[in-house]
């Protein structure tokens, strides 16, 4: 891996053998995310995002098969780590859980113990990886929950989940996953549940920490105006499969991919006239027992030509630091060359 | 039908909902002999019109009573003071506020709502035959066949195919779920339509396909929407008239052009300034102060103006006065001391 490299998936495949058929969740999804940097994670519900996430912290469903590819991860203390390789219940990635990576999800309500203070859960985190004794740990967890901006740290340690409320939450589920210091980030919807004015200020919160700490993070989510805010980079997911990763701004204002294209012509903007109808996708995301061959996208797509998009699966195609899988990207790149 | 309190009183012409000092107090009783020790003020002194054939907006944060307030309108809860002016099909202007519940329930053919969530909305043992043909039966249109007929016309008008009447609502997607509540909501023919975060749960694409199909039936039907949301762009591209509520009060009611170029509450343009648009380089540009603490506690609202102590532009007078919703120029209205002095910046130049 490149110095600069902190995490690298190639080719991973997550399947799930059910008895209406083999669905691959995750069907050779390869990234990367380099030290300090945020890459967003987009796609609509069923993409596989939330798959691959936990594939890297080895946290899959029971009935998943984790069915082939890599993914390496070389946190700041040095050492490498073959997270593809480990079994869930290894001592590896235990340790690698909590004290390299730190997870944060979408519901704190059914992620944070209902039956133990967020002042315990602190504290048996650090006393765990930093060996802390209980004083100095609790010491360290109102430190963590001043610096997560939680108002009276040195009471709410005490306090349950129950007594907070969501933003509240949220903030003592990061502070847990940023107590040892983590070198990367995993947060999967963060903010989808909270409301605006408190989604505004856990991303600020979110972005101040990592510029502090020097952490990475994967940013995963399906609203857009979230991932301009505080992505780097961007991966679009589409069925198991990334389409296109590029900056957030070639991802913005100069997609190379159909799918991508589409779905930002979806999104009402503010201030945008779209017409009285908004652009939409047509048809649905297949079932996941009948993807369609060639390239997934290929019964919706308004670039899409018979014989080509529906026989091969389309090859990753670079332009700089832009990739894009389908088979025109050139096309959309000549369009925007002409906007 | 016994006699209903048709007022004699004369709305505008366009309006079909009229809704004055709307107040809904949730008691809280505590202590081993429940006592009444106070209230939840849910809703406090909400006035609003909604006009024939608009789409009016209601947007704020979670517990700001927005659903509230459509439950009140529709009487799925009863009211604690005010009055909900109603114009029926054939005219009449009735005040739903003084309504039994008997007397209120041929009314109910004409108002009708979409709920949020397609999956806990739709009961799992029946079939869209059932589901979509219920109202029907309830309300006694129509034989077994003119049902069965009806549905499946419903069933294409929204889009799903008329085959899958015998299916069970697991067969679909959420987006499909949708739209058989939104078919069920029609088949009574309603002039009027409740939203209540129709889309939020959706993802985009299948969002913009729902909203497209709630516009064309907007204009097939000549139906009125009260749409309640979060989403903010959303409601910008589908409502004419738009309200912002904050602790069960309304704050500001105005054009959603005006509202969106030049709010004149500060809550509104907090609001605005909050949402993340899909637009990474205004985002960088954006002014944008996230804002401080959380929505107050509706059972010890804080006195005076209810959002002064977030309020970056709040003097003295805002922690004692409650500010009276007033309106101003252009036919808006807002609930604020200094509207006139301050100068607000809206999302949209």
Partial sequence: MPPERLLELDDVQVHFPLREGLVKAVNGVSYHVNKGEVLGIVGESGSGKSITARAIMRLLPKRAVAAGGSIRLRPRTGEEFELSALDRNSRAIRQVRGQHIGMVFQEPMTALSPVHTIGTQIMRTVQLHKGLNRADARARAIDLLAKVQMPRPSEMVDAYPHQLSGGMRQRAMIALAISCDPSLLIADEPTTALDVTTEAQILELLKQLQSEMGMAIIFITHNFGVIADIADRVSVMYLGRIVETATVDDIFYAPKHPYTKALLRSIPRLGVDQGRRLPTIPGMVPDPFSVPPGCAFNPRCTYARPGICDVTTPPAKHFGNQISRCHFAEKLAEEHAHV | ?349
Wanted: charged share 25%; glycine share 8%; hydrophobic share 40%.
């Fill in chain 2, 1 to 349: 039908m016994s006699d209903q309190p048709i007022t004699s009183l004369t709305l505008p012409d366009d309006v079909l909902f009229s809704v004055r000092g709307l107040k809904k107090y949730f008691p809280i009783h505590a202590g081993w002999l429940k006592k009444h020790v106070g209230n939840v003020k849910a809703i406090d002194d909400v006035s609003l019109d909604i006009k024939k054939g608009e789409t009016f907006g209601l947007v704020g944060e979670s517990g700001s009573g927005k659903s509230t307030v459509a439950r009140l309108m529709l009487r799925a809860y009863s009211i604690t003071d005010g009055e909900i002016f109603f114009r029926r099909t054939n005219g009449d202007i009735v005040d739903l506020s003084r309504l039994s519940d008997r007397d209120m329930r041929p009314l109910r053919a004409e108002m009708q709502m979409i709920f949020q969530d397609p999956y806990s909305s739709l009961n799992p043992r029946m079939t869209l035959l059932e589901l979509v043909g219920e109202p029907m039966v309830i309300h006694g249109n129509g034989n077994q066949g003119e049902i069965k007929d009806r549905v499946a016309e419903l069933l294409r008008v929204v889009g799903l195919r008329p085959e899958f009447i015998n299916r069970y609502p697991h067969a679909f997607s959420g987006g499909q779920r949708q739209r058989i509540g939104i078919a069920r909501a029609l088949a009574l023919n309603p002039s009027f339509i409740a939203a209540d975060e129709a889309v939020s749960a959706l993802d985009v694409s299948v969002a913009a396909q729902n909203i497209n199909l709630l516009q064309d039936l907007q204009e097939q039907f000549g139906l009125t929407y009260l749409f309640i949301t979060h989403d903010l762009g959303m409601v910008e591209h589908i409502a004419d008239r738009i309200g912002v509520m904050y602790l069960g009060r309304l704050m500001e009611v105005a054009p959603t052009e005006l509202l969106f170029s030049k709010p004149l509450h500060p809550y509104t343009e907090a609001l605005m300034a909050a949402v993340p648009q899909p637009d990474p380089r205004g985002n960088r540009t954006r002014k944008r102060v996230p804002l401080k603490g959380e929505i107050g506690n509706a059972a010890n609202p804080p006195p005076g103006c209810s959002f002064h102590p977030r309020c970056p532009y709040a003097q003295a007078k805002c922690a004692t006065e409650v500010p009276a919703l007033r309106t101003v120029a252009d036919g808006r209205q807002v609930r604020c001391h200094f509207a006139e002095e301050l100068s607000l910046v809206g999302a949209v130049a």
